[in-house]
T-cell receptor, first 109, second 117 residues
Framework: AQRVTQPEKLLSVFKGAPVELKCNYS??????LFWYVQYSRQRLQLLLR??SRESIKGFTADLNKGETSFHLKKPFAQEEDSAMYYC???????????FGTGTRLQVFP | GAGVSQSPSNKVTEKGKDVELRCDPI?????LYWYRQSLGQGLEFLIY????????KSGLPSDRFSAERTGGSVSTLTIQRTQQEDSAVYLC???????????????FGPGTRLTVL
């Protein structure tokens, strides 16, 4: 079955602390993995995707096929990073997105 | 340029009534998606249109849900005989091209918050 699991509903850290938002997936084949972010009162937007291998706003995510994980990391969290983060996947023959339940990141000053 | 727009932004209806939710994708985008975000749940895929191909309806939760896309542009999601469990935020997204491997992405609208009393 295709599934994305984000085990943490809420992650709270202080400014400057490292952050890791966990994402595990279940998929038969080679999916494409994404992180989407939704800031307060804004629409959902793409943060990064694994094929791009890029760092956006200081965030990175490495696809670990052995552990079927795609954790999102940032070495020093900022208050403006506070938002809802969703991990998602799509298959090679369809680009409908399967989302996790999301993790709310709170960064305190 | 203009992003994906959705209307209405909020809809309150009574149980048993039909509702129509509208999505205006970004001009020129061939792929259009509907998702649902329920309280306590993640984002759930509903239906996907790609050009003139038959839509992928695999995510529609029941036959009370239907959607159409006229002229390859505007889409309407219809929910018949609404139930309280239909209360959710309904999101629309569009993408320039379909298929994986491309550099384009899905752009989301602001959503329609549906409340069924």
């Amino acid at each position: 079955a295709q599934r994305v699991t984000q085990p943490e509903k809420l992650l709270s850290v202080f400014k400057g602390a490292p952050v890791e938002l966990k994402c595990n997936y279940s998929y038969s084949g080679s999916p494409e993995l994404f992180w989407y972010v939704q800031y307060s009162r804004q629409r959902l937007q793409l943060l990064l995707r694994h094929i791009s291998r890029e760092s956006i706003k200081g965030f990175t995510a490495d696809l670990n096929k052995g552990e079927t994980s795609f954790h999102l990391k940032k070495p020093f969290a900022q208050e403006e990073d506070s938002a809802m983060y969703y991990c998602a996947l799509s298959g090679p023959n369809t680009d409908k997105l399967i989302f996790g339940t999301g993790t709310r990141l709170q960064v305190f000053p | 340029g203009a992003g994906v727009s959705q209307s209405p932004s909020n809809k309150v209806t009574e149980k048993g009534k039909d509702v129509e939710l509208r999505c205006d994708p970004i001009s020129g985008h061939t792929a259009l998606y509907w998702y649902r975000q329920s309280l306590g749940q993640g984002l759930e895929f509903l239906i996907y249109f790609q050009g003139n191909s038959a839509p992928d309806k695999s995510g529609l939760p029941s036959d009370r849900f239907s959607a159409e896309r006229t002229g390859g542009s505007v889409s309407t999601l219809t929910i018949q005989r609404t139930q309280q469990e239909d209360s959710a935020v309904y999101l629309c997204a569009s993408r320039r091209t379909s298929g994986s491997g491309g550099t384009d992405t899905q752009y989301f609208g602001p959503g329609t918050r549906l409340t069924v009393l």
